[in-house]
């Protein structure tokens, strides 16, 4: 379906994403263009505009992430902590570039992947993120059921009353009633500071290892710690995000004129997110060094139970309903993922600002992927632990094939228009798909060969690095034959363009090579995934 905003046609496929705009903490009318000169005008702007930034980096600072960071800490000290560091411009250019395509396109992640490359690789992508969104929303509801457990409440009504409350936040057919309830969640994630605060853990230590890159030794080699280190880059950096914020930006009603607001609400998410991930970091370094369960990480219960012996009760309970938070915005944001996914795909009305009657279908995978990880986890004998210790690190090897969609989407000009990406960024977004491909093929290597060698592991990162010299070095002779006239960019009409509808674009020319290229990444990210599986699988069981 088409919108008529002003005299352009739009791209927007469903008519709820027009009209004012209502935030959690303001609202913005359609018809108030003026400029914000103001401070006060600007700070309104910005209270208004907050929200899918907020949110989507809060919501991957989850289960998943308590269990990632906890083993991180309790394994290894705070000796990962420069992973953190290294991941904050990914997780800046990674996002800036799902708000330019929200903001710009109106049109979501999985219709703009299945327009511009086909049923093929528009139908993988999808299958991709409703996979591991369906694993992701399983180990939601295994934090739920620790946190509960630990605070000693019953495990059966605290998973019902848990799933009721995610459900019935998005069912109220208000979008701004929503986000005022995700919004207050992600305000709890900042529990973790007093629970950092309790421990005490020598932040001199932290500031050390947080700028000083090192790969500790610790138990079961080289392949488990790459294999962490790939969990904390899936935990921190998910696909999923990307279909999530692209939706919800569009569904916010969220244009081009507050593109500067929302880059504000996405540095306040990566902060708070990185708050949270060294906190945990930090304080479960400290509370396990010098015991029995240093190196020895068992689960988020176990970090509570470290907690509560090392800073008091109080340390432990707050860690809980950290947790319990947590997992409730990380199941928001990833079932909305999928909701908005299979409704951009399907063509159904996928808009939280329509009521239940209005948006069926989209209500009903919300609510359906809801119930099954809620009956799954309260199903007696599940591969609970299998699911927890693996979905972390399948999205980091999943997440390569996503960066690269993302990064030809946005160099596409009938898509993006004067807001594509310049040179820099395309540089920058290459190099991160290179190291997610180098990691992948480390973590690879590590299941090989479990005895693998640190010196082996450079080899390797320089043999990939020297692929990406070459690569590097085609690009730019095929763009130095191809004249400099391709590479200027017209951004005199930002403000004002709009991608126009998806039946207007002609279909976009794939080289012969860049089919190559694509199929051998999918081929290979195949069998990585196979292996991971394998080797979780062999973690689970030894243990």
Known sequence: MTTTMGERRSAVLDDAHVGDIRGALGTIRLDDTGPRRRLSAKLKTLLAIIGPGLIVMVGDNDAGAFATYGQAGQNYGTKLLWTLLLLVPVLFVNQEMVLRLGAVTGVGHARLILARFGRFWGAFSVIDLLILNALTLVTEFVGITMAVGYLGLPKIPAVILAGGVIVAAAFTGSFRRFERIAVAFCLGSLLLIPVYVL??????????????????????????????????????????????????????????????????????????????????????????????????????????????????????????????DASIIGAFAVSLSSAYAIGDVFGVKHSL?????????????????????????????????????????????????????????????????????????????????????????????????????????????????????????????????????????????????????????????MSTGRKIGMGALRLYLAAAMILVIIKIAQTVLGH
């Open 353 to 509: 600002h329509r009521g239940v009657k209005q948006a069926k279908g989209f209500y009903l995978v919300y609510a359906g992927l809801i119930g099954l990880a809620a009956a799954l986890v309260l199903i007696p004998g599940s591969p609970l632990g299998l699911l927890t210790a693996g979905v972390q690190t399948l999205a980091g090897v999943l997440l390569p094939s996503a960066s690269v969609f993302l990064l030809l989407l946005c160099n596409d000009r009938q898509v993006l228009g004067p807001w594509v990406n310049g040179r820099a960024t395309n540089l920058f977004t290459s190099i991160v798909v290179g190291v997610l491909v180098t990691l992948s093929i480390i973590l690879t290597s590590a299941v090989l060969f479990p005895d693998i060698a640190a010196g082996q592991i450079v080899t390797i990162i320089q043999v990939c690095a020297g692929v990406g010299v070459l690569a590097t070095g085609y690009a730019l002779l095929r763009r130095f034959r191809g004249g400099s006239a391709a590479g200027r960019i017209d951004r005199s009409d930002q403000q004002d363009w709009r991608m126009p509808p998806l039946d207007e674009l002609t279909k976009p020319v």
């Open 199 to 324: 421990a005490h853990p020598a932040v001199s230590q932290m500031a050390h290892d947080l700028v000083v890159p090192s790969l500790p030794a610790g138990s079961g080699g080289m392949a488990t710690l790459m294999l962490l280190i790939i969990g904390i880059v899936g935990t921190t950096v998910a696909p999923w995000q990307l279909f999530f914020q692209q939706s919800y930006i569009i569904d916010k009603r969220i244009t081009p004129r507050f593109m500067r607001y929302e880059k504000v609400d996405l540095w306040i998410g990566i902060g708070v997110v990185m708050v949270g991930a060294a906190a945990t970091m930090g304080f479960t370094a400290v509370i396990f060094a010098g015991t029995q369960g240093f190196g020895n990480f068992t689960s988020s219960t176990g970090i509570a139970q470290g907690l509560a012996a090392y800073a008091g009760k109080a340390a432990g309970a707050l860690f809980a309903v950290a947790l319990l």
